[in-house]
C-alpha cells in the first residue's frame, strides 16, 4: 500500500514550459485535491475532484488544469509556467471531503 | 470568503509541558468541519485531530485535544505533555462545501 504518490519531487521550468505533476493512490479513495504551499501562506487548494470525471475549481485555480479519466490518478498540468508559480505542491486524497486527507510527499516547482 | 487565522506564527513549549495553538475562522456555514494537521520538517502532512462542527463535545486523540468554542468560532490545539516529536509546523483547516481552507500556520519549538 503506496498511499499517495507524487512525481517528480523536484522540477525546474523555464517560463512559457508546460508540465504535468503526476499524483496517485491506491487507496480507492473517491476525493482527490492539489494544493500549493508558499512561505506565510499556508496551503491553498488549486483544483479538487470528488469521483471520476468529475472535477471543480479551488481558490486558486488561475494556470492549472486537472482532469480525473480514473479513481487512482488525478495529474495537475501547467499550461505556461510563470515564476509566480514557483511553489511546494501537494496531492491529497481521501474518502470523503470530510475524513482524514492522507497527503503526498509534494512537489518543489521552481520556475525561472 | 472563508477565512482561518492562526495569530501565532511561532510557539515554544518546554518538554513535558502543555502548550495551546490558537486558532479562529470565519464562516456563515452552520454544517462543516475543522481540522488540525501536522507538517514536521519530512514536509509530510499528517492529520493531528478532527472535529465536525454539529458536535459540541470536543475531539481528543491521545494528548492531542481541541476547545471548540462554536459561536465564538475559534478552535484552538492543546498538546499536552510535549514530546521532542511534536516539533512542527501546525496548520488550522476549516472544511465546508468540499473544499478547504488552511490557515498561515504556527511553528511549535520543543525545548528539551
Known sequence: NAGVTQTPKFQVLKTGQSMTLQCAQDMNHEYMSWYRQDPGMGLRLIHYSVGAGITDQGEVPNGYNVSRSTTEDFPLRLLSAAPSQTSVYFCASSYSYRYEQYFGPGTRLTVT | AQTVTQSQPEMSVQEA????????????????????????????????????????????????????????????????????????????????????????????????
Open chain 2, 17 to 112: 509541558e502543555t502548550v495551546t495553538l490558537s486558532c479562529t475562522y470565519d464562516t456563515s456555514e452552520s454544517d462543516y468541519y475543522l481540522f488540525w494537521y501536522k507538517q514536521p520538517p519530512s514536509r509530510q502532512m499528517i492529520l493531528v485531530i478532527r472535529q465536525e462542527a454539529y458536535k459540541q463535545q470536543n475531539a481528543t486523540e491521545n494528548r492531542f485535544s481541541v476547545n471548540f468554542q462554536k459561536a465564538a468560532k475559534s478552535f484552538s490545539l492543546k498538546i499536552s505533555d510535549s514530546q521532542l516529536g511534536d516539533a512542527a509546523m501546525y496548520f488550522c483547516a476549516y472544511e465546508a462545501g468540499n473544499q478547504f481552507y488552511f490557515g498561515t500556520g504556527t511553528s511549535l519549538t520543543v525545548i528539551p
